[in-house]
């Protein structure tokens, strides 16, 4: 297992962003989130060669729009890479 550092918390962290726009992962269209599904697999996959587990976490960020449009909301998932025994404790 990774040792506990600050560098076991952080490395790898990123954020799956869909290109279509949308409000939240659960209102996406059925073929995005499967590609969704498809590369949370593969990030597991990847995390757990190194010893690691990962939580994915989505959040919604209020964005502006292009044009002048106003204010829009937009999905993100955290990707969160984390030793093997915090996961187990993860909800």
Known sequence: EPSSSSSSWTGGQ????PLPH???F???DEEVWQ???RFQQSL???FRRE????LFLETV?????GGGGGLGLQAKMAVIP???RVERDAP
């Open 14 to 17: 990123c954020f799956i962003v």
């Open 22 to 24: 949308c409000e939240s």
């Open 26 to 28: 659960v209102g996406l």
């Open 35 to 37: 590609e969704v599904h």
């Open 44 to 46: 597991r996959n990847m």
């Open 51 to 54: 010893g690691r587990e990962v």
């Open 61 to 65: 960020i209020r964005t502006s729009r």
């Open 82 to 84: 984390v030793p093997r």
